[in-house]
């Protein structure tokens, strides 16, 4: 060995690391809703992404629930988020309850369709 270098072996303890994450499985769930243009959420390990573009759907919704996650794909706890909509500088604030209701918490003048992404973790 070369002068000032020592070798320790060391043991690895498996059973540590028995909960490791499986990042291959994908999970998915499309919306099918009327006057909902687009709406997807899915699922890599513990994280979930939320793709939505409302269409008409939120339209008359101000302080409503306006669409509710499957239980699989639900947040750990309350999740707020902000969205402008489309053909204006608008914006209001959404949040997503841990029983998935996900409710636009604010009021607008129902011109355009809201379009977001947001990812967050789950249990």
Do not use: M, W
């Amino acid at each position: 060995t070369p002068a000032g270098v020592e070798y320790k072996s060391c043991t690895l303890n498996v059973d540590k690391f028995s909960t490791v994450e499986n990042f291959s499985k994908f999970e998915e769930y499309v919306f099918n809703i009327p006057k909902l243009t687009f709406g997807r959420v899915t699922r890599i390990a513990n994280l979930v992404t939320l793709i939505i573009d409302s269409g008409q759907l939120f339209f008359n919704k101000n302080h409503q629930v306006v669409l509710n996650i499957p239980e699989k794909f639900r947040p750990k706890s309350t999740i707020f988020f902000s969205a402008s909509y489309r053909n204006t500088n608008k914006s209001t604030t959404f949040y997503i309850l841990s029983n998935g209701d996900v409710t636009k918490a604010g009021a607008d003048d129902d011109q355009g369709a809201y379009y977001f992404t947001i990812t967050y973790p789950v249990n």
